[in-house]
């Protein structure tokens, strides 16, 4: 009883190992190849459980969705002769899994042919334009002349490249230096001839100032004297006027006016000799009323 159960047990062991051999599930984002020592022998797209000899053949698995590719930098001399470093990535699909193995066998040889295949295509084609194609809307045409160029280089894969795009375009850190130095010297002129057309300007509001201020001072002085004339004639008029009406009365004024401004004009001095019988007295006497 003991042989029949170890036999039996070999038996199911072995029938398991039977069967996880000989079967194998396809997931719906791959597909597969069935190799049969060493040769493939058919190619499985169709998801779900398949069967394989046992022991004889393999499977190997390969995405069918979409891959992703880093590339290197690259330094392209444009055709207006200016240098930039490019930096890019492309995506891919494998739609020919056979012809993909018998040609790059993975996703690591594919790596290495389709890098050396896209930066060819991209120094071909941007060899041909300026650098103000690649900053415009003419980029994306660019893009799609590199993609097709790709696509029948790499034909021959068992893929075909469904995008390729530029990521970052610099230019080589010696290019910079140079431009920015000349951008400095650029706006250090610029500043130098905006400073001196202020300067002009500003010396132009100056005289055009000093110019109106002239002109408004001397019509203030001219105005001033035609009103102080005016004035002068009134008052003269008005004088003639008094005088007319009472004489003695404007000689006494005039004879108090003429005294306040010998005062005023001697009020520096410590003393004021007159003599008290001059003019300035006589309306101080007691015959003042003559």
Known sequence: MKIRHIIFALVCVVAVIFVTQSCFIVEQT????????????????????????PFIEEVL????????IELSELE???????????????????NDPLLFFQTV???TGVKIRLSSIVLGSMRSILGGLELSSLL????????????????????????????????RTDLPPQNSEAIFGRMIS?????????RAKGKEQAQIIRSEADRDAVIM??????????????????ANKIYAETYSKDPKFFEFYKSMESMKDAIEKNSEKPKLILNPKGDFFKYFSKNSNE
């Open 76 to 94: 392209v001399t444009l055709g207006d002769r200016r240098r930039i470093i490019v930096d890019a990535f492309a995506r891919y699909v494998i």
């Open 186 to 194: 650029e706006r250090q002129r610029e500043a130098k001839e905006l």
């Open 61 to 68: 698995f390969f995405e069918n969705r979409l891959l992703d």
């Open 217 to 234: 001072v001397s019509e203030a002085r001219k105005k001033g004297q035609i009103l102080i004339g005016e004035g002068e004639g009134i």
């Open 136 to 167: 415009s809307d003419e980029r994306f045409t660019v893009m799609q002349k590199i993609k097709n160029l790709v696509n029948d280089s790499a034909k021959n894969l068992g893929i075909i490249v469904k995008d390729v795009r530029i990521r």
């Open 30 to 53: 791959e597909n597969a190849i069935v190799l049969r020592l060493g040769e493939p022998v058919r190619v499985q797209k169709t998801p779900g459980l398949k069967l394989k000899v």
């Open 105 to 107: 066998k993975n996703e």
